[in-house]
């Protein structure tokens, strides 16, 4: 039986007076990696329907390697509580548009909530572990709480200047849920497991983030 991951998008597509989105890189990139290691790939998203890419993310982009990846976002179903039972995994790229409506998600709340009770894989990249602050264990512990986690830093966030566009700074976040957060310097590749939870620092950590979830499901 081949792995089942659980891949979830933002459907979010504005900050500010700007279009954002998904970006590409930490979808699709992963994406090729669990599909190339024969995982059976679901893609939901919070609303359902199409995905917004943020434009920023396609600069540059060889469109074909990312072509399956990107036919999955065209019409996505939408996200709800049974999705908690039917996988192995959980994956949650980022693109700023998550920092929206992830933490809104009741969906999503109960998805990541019941999978890290019943120790399924915990996958996140740059701002989509927003998706991680909202869940909780039995007794309403965060999720974080006591994990070694990374996230797009505060710092990353200043150099983009939208620090009063998002709802939140998330790593002042994540360290105020209780988790122990590590991070490298702005822009490098970092990512970080404790236990079933994987987490990376930005859209230069994806590779690496899907290659840890990777190594853990392959030990399952």
Same mark, same amino acid.
């Given at each position: 039986m081949s792995k089942r991951i659980l891949i979830v998008v933002t459907n979010h597509q504005n900050i500010g007076n700007n279009k954002t989105g998904l970006w590409l890189e930490e979808f699709a990139v992963p994406f090729n990696e669990f599909r190339d290691n024969g995982y059976d790939i679901t893609v939901k998203s919070i609303k359902g329907g199409s995905v917004p890419l943020d434009p920023n993310s396609l600069e540059g982009v060889e469109k074909e390697t990312y072509k399956e990846a990107l036919s999955m976002l065209e019409n996505t179903a939408e996200l709800t509580p049974d999705d908690a039972v039917s996988y192995d995994a959980i994956y949650l790229p980022g693109g700023h548009g998550t920092v929206f409506d992830f933490p809104k998600s009741d969906a999503l709340k109960e998805v990541v909530?019941? #999978?890290a009770q019943t120790n399924k894989v915990i996958g996140s990249v740059c701002h989509g572990p927003a998706g991680l602050t909202t869940a909780t264990l039995k007794d309403g512990t965060s999720i974080v709480k006591g994990k070694t986690v990374t996230a797009f830093t505060d710092e990353e966030e200043e150099e983009m200047k939208l620090t009063k566009e998002v709802p939140f700074l998330l790593e002042t976040k994540l360290r105020e849920l209780g988790a122990e957060f590590q991070r490298a310097g702005k822009w490098e590749d970092f990512a970080v497991t +404790?236990? %079933? *939870? =994987?987490?990376?620092? %930005?859209?230069?950590?994806? &590779?690496? =983030?899907? *290659? &840890? #979830?990777? +190594?853990? *499901? +392959?030990k399952q």
């Open positions: 909530s019941q #999978m +404790d236990g %079933n *939870l =994987v987490t990376g620092q %930005n859209p230069q950590s994806s &590779r690496s =983030v899907a *290659l &840890r #979830m990777i +190594d853990v *499901l +392959d």
